[in-house]
């Protein structure tokens, strides 16, 4: 089952205009929450945006990168807290991931937004655009925007052969058979 939602990810640019029901959220954000996290830190705090307006402000905090964010029906926006944990980062990620696969199984479609490391405008961080736009405390840093909806586009799997395994060597690099 798992591989099938491995297979049918892929990212998505365009949404419909249909709402994602509030009680897909909610499936979404609990699977986020039962996210493994370094010794249980559990660093992450999850902001769920549905409204339009702020969507739209958004996605403009890497210029020229988000314009899906405003298009989707859903923006989950989630930071992490350094002090709780040095693998705030980690965590972070793997619940933005664990949201992607929710997403799929769902029959919903998501994409990705990096925010970490990135700049806005007049030497404003991505980061701290999105924490004055939100309100966050000082201690919350933004990994990533997960942007869901209900696909606006046909989106094809790749193909087995298109797999990279060259990319994959057992028990030393480049070594090809375990």
Known sequence: MFNKLAEERRSIRNFTDQLVEREKVDKIIEAALRSPSGRGARPWHFIVVTDEVMR???????????????????AIVVCGDPSVSRLWVEDCTIAAVTMQYAVVSLGLGSRWFNIRGNNCKDGLTSSDYIAELLDLPESLDVQCIIAIGYPGEEVIPYKKEELHYDKVSYNRYGQKDA
């Open 56 to 74: 739209e402000k958004l996605s403009a905090a890497r210029p020229g990168g988000g314009g899906f964010v405003k298009n989707a029906s859903v």
